[in-house]
């Protein structure tokens, strides 16, 4: 491909979603975007890179960013986050929002579901929070995967995955070869589109937000601008996780790591007075 047309493959994502693609990615372009080429018409990338140039199909540009995104997930991943979930911010919000028995909870990079289903199956396993109301917002740029997350319905390997055996049986039905995630969790998340390079001011006030395994893909102004954005969306005492590979130390000041929690992030006004944990 000539340095030309990948320039306006890279420009286009860096644009629409903030992906950042090198020139060593450039066989991804190849192995994702030509079954999108082959859909759209063109018979090679670079015809359909002089078609980006100009003033291109909405539904183009949406079919490329959703085939360079990478869905990578899997139920409970990584196990810690979870365990922390439960064990430090589930009492923390009970202690502290018993008044108004409400909390809101966002994955803002949620793929295909496995993420805030497993925020719903700590949820529901832990129990304090019964009768409460819970809102899980799980969003993506990707309106394929949301489909997929909605839909509820996984393989066997994406069960095997990390899930409990325990949790398999419980919250989800076995149908033929696949496993539906049963309505009283399916129930407890609502799914959106959203482009993490938004205005977030739409979303409202989150207590707990999972932005997890996302900013990877980023360069560091446009985390330090997410970062940013999503600090102003939290509660002061409020929560943020992100990946393993993540983090915010050269990034903003708008987060400091929570002492003893790896992957969680506090506000900073609320990283002085930051609660012990076990
Ligand atoms: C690797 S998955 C992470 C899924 C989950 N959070 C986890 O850790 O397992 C990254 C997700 O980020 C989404 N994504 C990429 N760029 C985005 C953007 N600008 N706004 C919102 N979501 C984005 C992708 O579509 C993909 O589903």
Redesign the pocket.
Known sequence: MRIEDFDVYKDLLMEK???VLTPDKSYLLDSRLTPVAKKWGFETLDKMSAALRGVADPGLIKDIIEAM??????FF?DTRPFDTFRDVMIPHIIKTRGAQRKVRIW?A???SG??PYSLAMVIKEHGGLNGWNIEIVG????TD?LDTAKEGIYSQFEVQRGMPITMLMKYFEQVDEKWHIKPEIKNMIQYRY????DSMTGLGRFDIV?C???LI?FDRETKGKVLGKIKAQLAPDGYLFL?GAETVIGITDEFQAAPDLRGVYLPTTQAAAAPKTA
């Open positions: 979603s903030g992906l995104t990478t869905n990578e997930t899997s991943r994955c990079a949620a793929s496995q993420e969003t993506d740029i990707s995967i959203f482009n993490l390079l999972f997890r395994n996302v893909y990946g």
